[in-house]
């Protein structure tokens, strides 16, 4: 099993968020400084759970592209595909895809 862990900044250099990759194409795109899982993927693709990860689908898939980086797995952050989007519009947030059983994989036990 490989397992990747890459630290995503900002143009500042803040730490934004974590990304978890490993074979077999599953990965987390984390909080930086927390367990908040903010997208899944699983076998390459990102799901999406809510019009909100968008912008940042955007951006992840702009570093990707750059290449001066170290993470080897491959993901497909789909910011461009109006039909993903527009299918999980009118959704209750929490309640899409895989997101419910992510969430709370890492949710707080107390």
Not at 3 to 10: K, Q, R, T
Not at 14 to 34: E, I, K, V
Not at 40 to 52: G, I, L, N, R
Not at 77 to 102: H, K, L, M, R, Y
């Amino acid at each position: 099993m490989d397992i990747e862990v890459a630290l995503v900044v900002d143009h500042d250099g803040t730490p934004r968020y974590r990304l978890w990759g490993g074979n077999y194409g599953w990965g987390f795109l984390m909080a930086a400084d927390s367990l908040e899982c903010v997208a899944y993927t699983a076998q390459h693709a990102m799901e999406h759970w809510s019009p909100t990860q968008r912008p940042i689908f955007w951006a992840m898939d702009r570093a990707w592209r750059r290449g001066d980086h170290d993470f080897h797995q491959t993901f497909e952050f789909c910011w461009w595909n109006d039909q993903c989007w527009n299918a999980i519009a009118n959704e209750e947030p929490g309640t899409v895809g895989s997101e419910p059983s992510i969430r709370a994989q890492f949710a707080d036990p107390k």
